[in-house]
């Protein structure tokens, strides 16, 4: 019996994922949805993966290839830590992406978003695409579904906006991207890190904001 | 000057094969588990869940395979995609966790078997045909994950994989629960490979089903046989003279053929 041809395919994060900087932090957003081919193999998946303790990345591309790169960095960071002895910065995570995204172009297909927070520059967010280039920005969008909010985005944007306006900023942008994306739905994973920890927060399908729906 | 041996897949001969195709010869094909393979997580453990039947082609070469393999007495993996792969592939990575028990001293835990899998199967970028569904419970309580072949990993309460996956999905997205009792759970699997055997031509034969717990696993082979061959009552068995013989002709061999003996040098 001929095997359907998404069995063969290899996972993809769809995806929409985002970060912002506040002052004192960033948010972190992104979908839940990992497709092969046409059918979603995982629509609860969780694309914010930590790296350190106040260091966190969106991960979008091929599934396998962002989870064998976070792993690695994680572990890289880790022995930097312990020789470090003092907490790592968001730009030297960032920067071990950018060594691994970069060298290994040819065979990997990743976009990811780091983000996080330490005691030098508090809140920062890094976009790596998919060549290999690490661009700091105070709000960046990444994924297939990102292409859908650029000036949604680029409108909507003040700089020093508060945290909750950055919760919303973040929750309006998502939604709207995955309402127009195939690739990217289900639920919202939202991440808030700042100097004193973590916090996640899910939004389910059923509580996104709504819009025009026609 | 010698052809170093530094492991892996070797793709010499694929040109060859090329070639060989193209003047019209036909290859033999591999065997692929079809398949319908599910885990569940309940109150308590892992509920994993596989149907029996391996094709090639289509044809289908073993009508009672085993497809949920031992990896650690707490753990468990289905495996769905080339047989050979799922095989090879589950005992290495059993025969490296008994090593690593041994030498840390330590119960094996779920997400150790996960990594050792997920890291040689990205090595292998996806030529290592291998979709597994991994259940187990150890210290950190029950889990179940699924491999897909190019590395990636989920962690999920309750999954399905092969190409009967998405009639299995079906059922437990209708009727899974969280919490569920151990009755309830077997019973959910059952029901969802059954879904498959019957919806999926790739899958079918029998149910088998294994409960992991923390107080140990039971087997249960061919928990289902929904399929059993069905043998005539009646015997083709007739008298004599029942058909009517209205002539009859004799030719000895000889008269039609010449027999020879052939002296080999």
């Known amino acids: ?214 | 000057m010698e052809h170093l041996n530094r492991g892996g897949f070797d793709f010499d001969l694929c040109n060859r094969n090329n070639v060989l195709e193209k003047t019209g010869l036909k290859m033999k094909g591999f065997m692929k588990t079809g398949t319908t393979i599910v885990g569940v997580v309940y109150k308590g453990g892992v509920v994993l869940g596989a149907d029996t039947r391996a094709t090639e082609g289509p044809i289908v070469a073993d009508k009672n395979c085993e497809k949920i393999h031992y990896i650690a007495d707490n753990i468990y993996c289905c495996g769905a995609g080339t047989a050979a792969d799922t095989e090879s592939a589950t005992a290495l990575i059993s025969s490296k966790l008994k090593l690593h028990k041994l030498s840390t001293g330590k119960e094996t835990r779920v997400i150790t078997a996960l990594t050792m899998l997920k890291q040689m199967l990205f090595k292998y970028q996806g030529h290592i045909s291998a979709a597994l569904i991994l259940g187990g419970i150890d210290i950190n309580g029950p889990s179940l994950h699924t491999i897909y072949p190019h590395g990636s990993t989920d962690q999920l309460p309750y999954v399905t994989m092969g190409s009967g996956s998405l009639a299995a999905m079906g059922v437990f997205e209708a009727k899974y629960k969280n919490d569920m009792t151990k009755e309830e759970a077997i019973a959910l699997v059952a029901e969802a490979i059954s879904s498959g055997i019957f919806n999926d031509l790739g899958s079918g034969s029998n149910v088998d089903v294994t409960v992991i717990e923390t107080t140990g696993v039971t087997i249960l082979r061919n928990y289902q046989t929904p399929n059993e061959r069905k043998f005539r009552n009646n015997p083709y068995i007739f008298k004599q003279g029942t058909t009517p013989v209205l002539k009859q002709d004799v030719a000895p061999l000889s008269t039609k053929v010449v027999i020879e003996d052939i002296m080999m040098s």
């Open chain 1, 1 to 214: 019996m001929e095997a359907p041809e998404w069995l063969d395919n290899a996972v993809d994060l769809g995806t929409s994922i985002m970060a912002v900087e506040f002052d004192g932090g960033v948010i972190m957003g992104a979908d839940s949805r990992t497709t092969t081919g046409a059918y979603i193999a995982n629509r609860v998946t969780n694309k914010i993966t930590p790296i350190h303790e106040r260091i966190y990345c969106c991960r979008s591309g091929s599934a396998a290839d962002t989870q064998a790169i976070s792993d690695y960095v994680r572990y890289y960071l880790e022995m930097h830590t312990s020789e470090l002895c003092d907490d790592p910065d968001v730009k030297t995570a960032a920067s071990l992406f950018q060594l691994l995204c970069y060298s290994n172009k040819n065979n990997l297909m990743a976009g990811i978003i780091v983000a996080g927070w330490d005691k030098h520059q508090g809140g920062s967010v890094y976009n790596i695409s998919l060549g290999g280039s690490m661009v700091k920005q105070p709000f960046a969008i990444g994924g297939s579904g990102s292409t859908y909010i650029y000036g949604y985005c680029d409108s909507k944007f003040k700089p020093k906006m508060t945290k909750d306006e950055c919760i919303e900023f973040v929750q309006n942008s998502l939604a709207l991207a995955m309402f127009r994306d195939g690739s990217s739905g289900g639920v919202i994973r939202l991440c808030i890190i700042d100097k004193n920890g973590v916090e996640r927060r899910m939004i389910p399908g059923n509580n996104l904001p709504r819009f025009w729906e026609g």
